[in-house]
């Protein structure tokens, strides 16, 4: 049997480089921070002692550096789970497929992708400014329906209770449901919330926001942040965790998503600087990441 992968499906350009990351296999860290503004990459590789290369393809910008000893890329995403089907394939490819044989490597590699990113609050007790981990994601877009996966007993209990308690409109959300990488979750604890967040497949109508138009699920907001089982709630929302968690899964690798609250939705505030709360956010996750 041939199991060579195609031109047509794993596409690399004159550069050896992948198609729209157009990083090469030597010019990526095996630690990765995900971002989904593509200027937020300088913002976080100016921490670097060194920094290595820097590749760019649509808005798709990788910086590859050092902290100390520990080599780390920042790739932005863009925004959306789209983006993260390609950049969590891409990144899979550059380090688990053999780019001149186009053959599956016997020898799989984990990576430790980091998504660093904003996100609103969908509780009071969340400030703006304030950080949260996301101990779970819980996918309201479509993409990992796609994909086969095996969800554990913990995370069909939970999703089960999300399905029974969350009323998503007819032919809407097909919902799922992924835990964290534990090894990496235990390591942000301090001075961060925790709590599920809610992957949405929009800024506006799907996180309950209305300018003009009308939403056919009015009380969506009001679901989700009275949703609770066990010691489990809902604390934030943003567009791209459960891609990332979801891949991760799929493909073998420690996700973990950390986020800058710059909205809260039930009191109906944003940051006066968000750009100061992303800021603290990755001093704060460099710190911990470089450590790791
Ligand atoms: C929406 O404004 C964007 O901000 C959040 C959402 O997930 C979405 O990508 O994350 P980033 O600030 O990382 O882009
Ligand atoms: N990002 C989101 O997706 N939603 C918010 O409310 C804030 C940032």
């Known amino acids: 049997m041939d199991n060579r992968i195609a031109e047509s499906e794993l596409i690399i350009n004159s550069r050896g480089a992948v198609y729209h ?17 593509p200027d937020r990459v300088g913002a976080v590789s100016q921490h670097f002692d060194k920094i290595e290369g820097k590749y760019q ?19 932005s995403t863009g925004i959306g789970t789209d983006n993260i089907d390609i950049v969590l394939n891409e990144l899979d490819a550059l380090v688990n497929i053999d780019f001149n ?24 007790s969340i400030p703006v400014d304030s950080f949260v981990v996301s101990s779970h994601a819980l996918g309201l877009d479509n993409l990992m329906p796609y994909y086969a996966f095996e969800n554990t007993t913990a ?31 235990d390591h942000f604890m301090d001075g961060f919330h925790t709590g599920i967040t809610v992957t949405c497949p929009g800024f506006y109508a799907p996180q309950g926001r209305v300018l003009r138009g009308t939403l ?19 604390t934030n929302f943003e567009m791209e965790t459960s891609g990332i968690y979801g891949m991760g899964r799929v493909l073998g690798h420690e996700c973990l998503s950390i986020s800058a609250i710059v909205a809260n939705r039930i009191r109906k505030e944003f940051s006066k600087d ?19």
């Open 57 to 75: 393809h649509r808005e798709f910008v990788t910086h590859t550096g050092y902290i100390g000893s520990k080599r780390i890329s920042v790739v």
């Open 21 to 37: 990351l157009d990083v090469r296999p030597d010019e990526l860290a095996h630690t990765i921070i995900t971002v989904g503004d």
């Open 155 to 185: 995370e069909k209990q939970l999703l089960e209770a999300f399905r029974g308690q969350v009323f998503l409109q007819p032919g809407g959300a097909n919902p799922c449901l992924f835990e964290a990488s534990a090894k990496l979750h």
């Open 101 to 124: 044989t186009r053959l599956v490597k016997s020898e799989l590699t984990a990576l430790q992708i980091i998504r660093l990113g904003t996100s609103g609050a969908l509780q009071e």
């Open 274 to 292: 968000g750009g100061a709360a992303v800021a603290a956010l990755i001093e704060k996750g460099l710190g911990i990441i470089a450590a790791i």
């Open 216 to 234: 056919s699920n009015p009380n969506l907001i009001d679901n989700l942040t009275g949703f609770s089982y066990e010691s489990h709630r809902i």
